[in-house]
């Protein structure tokens, strides 16, 4: 059986794990890095709705 390497559709930034439940080096919650309250606000209005709005474009 042949093994096939996931690639990722969403840039790393964009991605769940990176910008609401970051780890640290020890794979725990990062709560240092998470995005709360306005910096959350400000990232998933300001970037990641424009980022998945355009994905259709970046994918063909």
Not at 14 to 32: E, I, L
Not at 40 to 52: C, N, R, W
């Amino acid at each position: 059986m042949m093994m096939e390497t996931y690639e990722y559709i969403i840039e790393e930034k964009y991605r769940w794990s990176t910008w609401v439940a970051p780890k640290d080096a020890d794979g725990k919650f990062d709560d240092n890095n998470a995005l709360t309250g306005d910096d959350l606000m400000e990232f998933v209005d300001g970037e990641l709705f424009p980022y998945l709005k355009s994905f259709k474009q970046r994918a063909v």
